[in-house]
């Protein structure tokens, strides 16, 4: 266990250092800590949900592999779970439900008959822990999903049960921000496309429009609900054509008001996200980043302190966006603890926070002004090497949680006396 004289001392030394570059570490770790991310609930039961249907289809666009013991099944055990992770993450956060985690009862409720009742035990949850709720609509692992056409079915069945079930989303997403005194966000991301390429690229877009539009016809407080519009690249079953690409989506939320939803993993490999925020907020007021680890292709893998994650988040407060800009997880491995995996994405992305915060910017900025490149060369290496790890320590400490590995630990004893004695999924 670390001792917190031993911390206090070696960061008052950090201080200092940090101080010879113009930065305060007071600062950076106020401004932490009022850094809010949004833990995704399904990491803790790999998708499964609790509406009392089959397993995930192999074709419903979302793949979940490991058999790691300890899956949450109920309700309560994902919510015991979410509680170990948050006790081991500093700061205070969200919790953020997908449609198909409702609290359902004996009878199945199709996803186009959602209620905010169906959540009230969540909110019951989240305001005795002082905790704030998104939702996502669940369009996928659903019968009339298995085409692979949602939102965009050349059935207008079909994309009527759809459209129903993304007005029952917002609903609910409304109930839980005016319930929690706080803007609820809703994330949309349809699974629409195809597996091979197309002839016409042109009516499921048209069609896509054409539900959004009936969609978003009923305007919300943006005090209670916030929309957003997730992209993506391709997907298992759409590899050739998605209905719904970043720039079908860019168009439209900037049409409507909307925010953007900029998931790591749904890009090319090559292509930068951390490039795209600059842009997207000269036009947009705000911004939706689901930070995930992808390998290879979108592979949903937990999130590490790695150089895409910090080069997303040094852009964000470079440019003085943090309050613009919201951030979320967006994983789901079955090959590891799974509150384990929800602890390590969270400290990482805030590790990477923190390291943007504690940047010397305003010297580097000046020597860039002054065109002065070896200068700002220069100050973006020695930067690298300043002992940001000591102020983290001192972050976990005075937000009460483990500091260092200690909390791996906690993990440890969370696995053999709670997880391991679930027995079977």
Known sequence: MMASKDVDKTYQIVRERYARFGVDTESALERLGRCALSLHVWQGD????????????????????????????????????????????????????????????????????????????????????????????????????????????????????????????????????????????????????????????????ALLKESLDEIFETEYSPMQMKDSLESKLFGIGSESYVVGSHEFYLGYAQAKGKMVCLDLGHFHPTESVADKISAILQIHQELLLHLIRPVRWDSDHVVILNEDVLGVLQEVVRGQALERVHLALDYFDASLNRVGAWVIGARAVLKALLIALLEPADRIRDAEIRGDLFGRLALFEEAKALPWGSVWDVFCLRAEVPAGPDWMDEIRLYQENVLGRRGGS
């Not at 009230?120 to 939702?135: P, Q, Y």
């Not at 091979?196 to 499921?204: F, G, I, K, N, S």
Request: aromatic share 8%; glycine share 8%.
């Open 46 to 205: 790999d998708l499964a949900g609790f509406e009392r249907r089959a397993e995930m289809a192999p074709d419903s666009g979302l793949l979940v592999t490991g058999n790691h013991p300890g899956r949450a099944r109920t309700v309560d055990e994902l919510r015991a779970d979410l509680e170990k992770a948050l006790s081991l993450i500093p700061g205070r956060h969200r919790v953020n439900l997908h449609a198909m985690y409702g609290e359902f009862g004996s009878s199945p409720v199709d996803r186009n008959e959602i209620e905010p009742f169906h959540f009230k035990g969540w909110v019951e949850w989240a305001r005795e822990r002082g905790l704030k709720l998104d939702f996502n609509a669940t369009c996928f692992n659903h019968p009339l999903a298995a085409s692979g056409w949602t939102l965009s079915h050349r059935d207008k069945e079909v994309r009527k049960f759809w459209v129903e079930h993304v007005k029952c989303s917002r609903r609910i997403s409304v109930a839980l921000g005016r319930e929690l005194r706080g803007a609820s966000l809703h994330n949309l991301w349809i699974p629409d496309g195809s597996k091979d390429a197309p002839l016409d690229r042109w009516t499921h877009r």
